[in-house]
């Protein structure tokens, strides 16, 4: 694994050799860069809205993410996250670095 680290929040809080820990934050409207996460992840919903995931090859995942959701990715192709609702959305990443690829 390389070792250089990709952006995939809005600020890095805690990085270790198991996990990177990220916060991100998106008003209503707002978008993540493109980016790919480099190993399997965890978010926590902390405030919850609507957003989509947006792929390179623009296939749209939609989701109504509640308070306290908390959902597993594998790692997966290049996307992008915005927020379509009305109101702030925020999530905690964590990265499980010890799984990457």
């Known amino acids: 694994m390389s070792d250089e680290i990709v952006q995939v929040g809005t600020q890095l ?3 270790d ?3 990177r820990v990220w916060t991100l934050d998106l008003a209503p409207g707002e978008q993540t860069e493109i980016h790919q996460h480099p190993c399997d992840y ?3 919903v902390v405030a919850g809205g ?3 995931t ?3 090859d623009s296939t ?3 989701s109504n993410d509640q ?4 959902v597993y990715h594998q790692v997966g192709p290049a996307h992008l996250l915005k927020n379509v609702g009305t109101t702030h959305y925020s999530n ?9 690829h």
């Open 92 to 100: 905690i990443i964590v990265e499980l670095v010890s799984t990457g």
């Open 54 to 56: 947006i792929d390179v």
């Open 17 to 19: 050799e198991r996990v």
């Open 67 to 70: 308070v306290g959701d908390a």
């Open 42 to 44: 965890v978010y926590v």
């Open 60 to 62: 749209v995942h939609p």
């Open 50 to 52: 609507q957003t989509e």
């Open 13 to 15: 809080v805690h990085q």
